[in-house]
């Protein structure tokens, strides 16, 4: 079992809907980061949060620690959003530096 | 001008060739990391390095070698290519405890 996993894997939404990608991590974690991979490849840092909540423009972040859970929101979601979003863990056993991957979740946002 | 860069961007090289991966870096950071990343499979840490004399495995580490020439730089060998070592490569920097930062990915086909 992968100790990172996200839901859905694929997620098809019109313009302008709400979007919530889920995490699941099965150990204990020093921080969640909160990725997003473009189309062309390159890979982009959205959050970085090991309690609560963060907002950035239309983007929200929150975590649950106790349930090993957290949440990528989107509103008003666009088609630039369009990407593949990635959830990764920072383990204390690797020193907090070391991040473990979850598959990820590709977003296709429909004009 | 980008904060992270790969060197090459593509290559196709073919069985038994050795390739080497460049990455330079302008942020300053102690910390730099290489990934591959295979379609349905979450990136996974091939080595790392915490500042110039500290080089470690990472879990798919088999069939690759590091160099860190210096701060900036961290390059990735293959000493002898072979075909199920096609994949995206990823280098990324990190300053500690925080976010990483990713290069542009280096799409890698051995033949």
């Known amino acids: 079992k992968n100790e990172v996993e996200q839901s859905p894997q694929n997620l098809t939404a019109q313009e302008g809907e709400f979007i919530t990608i889920n995490c699941s991590y099965s150990?204990?974690?020093?921080?969640l980061h909160w990725l997003q991979q473009h189309p062309g490849g390159g890979i982009v840092s959205l959050f970085m949060?090991?309690?609560g909540k963060k907002k950035h423009g239309r983007l929200i972040a929150t975590i649950n620690i106790q349930e090993k859970h957290s949440s990528l929101h989107i509103t008003a979601s666009h088609p630039r959003d369009s990407a593949v979003y990635i959830c990764?863990?920072?383990?204390?056993?690797?020193?907090?530096?070391?991040?473990?991957f979850g598959t990820g979740t590709r977003l296709t946002i429909i004009p | 001008d980008a904060d992270v860069t790969q060197t090459p961007r593509n290559r196709i090289t073919k069985t038994g060739k050795r390739i080497m991966l460049e990455c330079s870096q302008t942020?300053?950071?102690?910390?730099m990391y290489w990934y591959r990343q295979d379609p349905g499979l979450g990136l996974r840490l091939i080595y790392y390095?915490?500042?110039?004399?500290?080089?470690n495995k990472g879990e798919i580490s088999d069939g690759y070698s590091v160099s860190r020439q210096a701060q900036a730089k961290f390059s990735l060998s293959l000493e002898s290519a072979i075909p199920n070592q096609t994949a995206l490569y990823f280098c990324?920097?990190?300053?500690?405890?925080?976010?990483?930062?990713f290069g542009p990915g280096t799409r890698l086909t051995v033949l």
């Open positions: 990324a920097t990190s300053g500690g405890l925080a976010e990483q930062f």
């Open positions: 150990v204990g974690i020093s921080a």
């Open positions: 949060l090991s309690s």
């Open positions: 990764a863990v920072s383990l204390p056993r690797f020193g907090n530096e070391k991040l473990t």
């Open positions: 942020k300053g950071h102690d910390r």
């Open positions: 390095s915490f500042d110039v004399k500290d080089i």
